[in-house]
């Protein structure tokens, strides 16, 4: 959640990316996300590995947005934000980028687990 929150500001500052009219979106949606993620893969009731980290990233991605949705009509509400700007922003415009999440977080999630279970003291020590 910290991440979430703490990313996108420094990008904004060290970059100018994301701009500020949409940092305080992107910073509540990217904090939802690591929450959420974090609880599904504490709480979620799945053996499979990878299940659950499919599970949790999905849940985590539908609860960002709907939370960017909320925070975008509170901020925007009298620019024209209806329900179809919200879909397409959220759900179509972005599907590559879903996609893509979908590819390499769990590669990335499973190459650092091999490394730190295989090594322990090694990660550790670095």
Do not use: D, H, W
């Not at 996108?8 to 701009?19: A, K, Q, R």
């Not at 415009?93 to 295989?118: A, D, M, W």
Request: hydrophobic residues 50%; positive net charge.
């Amino acid at each position: 959640m910290a991440c979430g929150i703490l990313t996108p500001f420094i990008s904004s500052v060290t970059t100018g990316m994301p701009p500020a009219m949409m940092l305080p979106q992107m910073m509540v949606e990217l904090a939802v996300y690591g929450l959420v993620a974090g609880l599904c893969e504490k709480y979620i009731p799945q053996k499979n590995e990878m299940t659950k980290l499919y599970m949790s990233l999905i849940i985590a991605m539908l609860a960002g947005r709907i939370v960017n949705g909320l925070v975008n009509t509170c901020i925007l509400s009298t620019q024209g934000y209806t329900l179809s700007v919200f879909m397409m922003a959220s759900f179509v415009t972005c599907l590559p980028g879903v996609i893509l999440q979908l590819i390499v977080i769990p590669v990335l999630v499973r190459s650092l687990n091999k490394n730190i279970y295989k090594q322990p003291e090694k990660v550790l020590a670095e």
